[in-house]
């Protein structure tokens, strides 16, 4: 029956679903996982770098964090040139509002914004749905920190830990199950490098295959986006144990 529907976005199958947007959801759970959590002192980003081959060129940039302005950031998990685009039509959004009314663009109104572009491509004919989720991440003067994560439909929603990608279903129930209210910064780092160390598809969870970036408020109220350097993050998975976790299960 769905074949006789799947081949445009803008036609309804008769149980009321929209094929072309869910295939770009199952496209997204085959990319590399990111998870995010809403901390009482900031909010913490990790996700897992797809490494396809032994003599790929690793970056030296970031694949799967991005920062869109000093108070907002982002992880990918999906098409990176499907990212790239709406990526930089957010950074300059976020520019312009900036220039016009001389103070940050509001966290929640830039991520609506954005999803109002991706849902667009799902109703107009000739284009395509975004094949890429982002969880965003970011603070402002009216909710303090916030978590928001949104997928091709140009839905998002606010979550205090969310989980998007591969084994993304495993990832939020371990969230669901481990999450409190009152936690740190710094156990949010924990709680999140344990999630992925238990639904990646390695077998091992080191540096190269993971980015860490947090934002959170420097003593002198700036808002500060910070993403972990390689060493760092390798002290963290061996003073956390999941590298011994991740080996141990091999």
Known sequence: MSRRYDSRTTIFSPEGRLYQVEYAMEAISNAGAAVGILAQDGVVLVGEKKVTSKLLQTSHSTEKM?????????????????ANILLNTAQ??????????????????????????????????????????FLFAG?????????YMSDPSGNYSGWKAA???????????MLKQDYKDEITREEAVQLALKVLSRTMDSTSLTSEKLELAEIFLEPS????????????????????GVTQVATEST
């Open 163 to 173: 989980a998007i990608g591969g084994n993304n279903q495993a990832a939020q129930s």
């Open 66 to 82: 991005y920062k869109i302005d000093d108070h907002l950031a982002c992880a990918v998990a999906g098409i990176m040139s499907d």
């Open 139 to 147: 603070w402002d003067k009216n909710y303090g920190f916030q978590l």
């Open 221 to 240: 109220g700036a808002v500060k986006y910070q993403v972990c350097r390689r060493e760092l993050l390798e002290k963290l998975l061996v003073k956390h």
């Open 92 to 133: 300059v959004q976020a520019q312009r509002y900036t220039l016009a009314y001389q103070e940050p663009m509001p966290v929640e109104q830039l991520v609506q914004s954005l999803c109002d572009t991706k849902q667009g491509y799902t109703q107009f004919g000739g284009l395509r749905p975004f094949g890429v989720s």
